[in-house]
T-cell receptor
Framework: QKEVEQNSGPLSVPEGAIASLNCTYSDRGSQSFFWYRQYSGKSPELIMS????GDKEDGRFTAQLNKASQYVSLLIRDSQPSDSATYLC??????????FGTGTRLKVLA | DAMVIQNPRYQVTQFGKPVTLSCSQTLNHNVMYWYQQKSSQAPKLLFHYYDKDFNNEADTPDNFQSRRPNTSFCFLDIRSPGLGDAAMYLC???????????FGPGTRLTVT
C-alpha cells in the first residue's frame, strides 16, 4: 500500500516565525510531489510542486525533497495568521494517481 | 482566468435519490479526476479520465458513475446516495500524468 504520512498537528507557531511541515512517503518510485493548502470547508489550493532533490523557493515558501530519505518538507517563512490552514502533501505514484496525506493543521498565533 | 468550476457548490439530496454533480474546466487539460473528501481525511480518488479513457479505482462503489462528454466537462452521478456518501466532492485536472493538479471549489453533498 503506497502511503504518504504527515503529522496531523496542530502545529502552532507565532506570527513571523518559520513553520516547518514534513511528509514521508513509502513509494520509492514517486517522482513528483506537491503541497496544497486547504482552508476549512474549502478545496485544496496548489502551493508548490517539486520534482528533483533539493530546495525550491517561491516567495515565502520553500519546498525540500530528499528522495534517498523519502521525505518532503515545506517551510513557510514570516508566517501570517492567514497561513493558518491544513497543508496536504501529495506524491505522484504513477498511472495518473496522486497519493495524499491526511494533512497537517497549522495555526499561526497573532 | 483559466479555472476549474464545479456546480452546484452545495447539494442536498434525500437518501436513495439520484444526484449529479458537474465539473467544467477552461484549462484544456487532458486529465480530469473526481475525489471524495470527508472531514479530516485525505482526498480519496474515485476515478479519472485521460481524454475519453475512463479509469475506475478498484474500491470505488458501483453506486458512483462518471461521464465525460467532451474535454471541458465531467459529471459525477451517484445513483442511490446513502448517508455515508455525505462528503465534499472535488474535481481536479492536470495537463499531464504527474503534473500539477488543480482543484475546483468542490461540491458539499448532504444526504438526508
Amino acid at each position: 500500500q503506497k502511503e504518504v504520512e504527515q503529522n496531523s498537528g496542530p502545529l502552532s507557531v507565532p506570527e513571523g516565525a518559520i513553520a516547518s511541515l514534513n511528509c514521508t512517503y513509502s513509494d520509492r518510485g514517486s517522482q513528483s510531489f506537491f503541497w496544497y493548502r486547504q482552508y476549512s470547508g474549502k478545496s485544496p489550493e496548489l502551493i508548490m510542486s517539486i520534482y528533483s532533490n533539493g530546495d525550491k523557493e517561491d516567495g515565502r515558501f520553500t519546498a525540500q525533497l530528499n528522495k534517498a530519505s523519502q521525505y518532503v518538507s515545506l517551510l513557510i517563512r514570516d508566517s501570517q495568521p492567514s497561513d493558518s490552514a491544513t497543508y496536504l502533501c501529495a506524491g505522484f505514484s504513477g498511472t495518473y494517481k496522486y497519493i495524499f496525506g491526511t494533512g497537517t493543521r497549522l495555526k499561526v498565533l497573532a | 482566468d483559466a479555472m476549474v468550476i464545479q456546480n452546484p457548490r452545495y447539494q442536498v439530496t434525500q437518501f436513495g435519490k439520484p444526484v449529479t454533480l458537474s465539473c467544467s474546466q477552461t484549462l484544456n487539460h487532458n486529465v480530469m479526476y473526481w475525489y471524495q473528501q470527508k472531514s479530516s481525511q485525505a482526498p480519496k480518488l474515485l476515478f479519472h479520465y485521460y481524454d475519453k479513457d475512463f479509469n475506475n479505482e478498484a474500491d470505488t462503489p458501483d453506486n458512483f458513475q462518471s461521464r465525460r462528454p467532451n474535454t471541458s466537462f465531467c459529471f459525477l452521478d451517484i445513483r442511490s446516495p446513502g448517508l455515508g456518501d455525505a462528503a465534499m466532492y472535488l474535481c481536479a485536472t492536470s495537463s499531464t500524468s504527474g503534473g500539477e493538479q488543480y482543484f475546483g471549489p468542490g461540491t458539499r453533498l448532504t444526504v438526508t
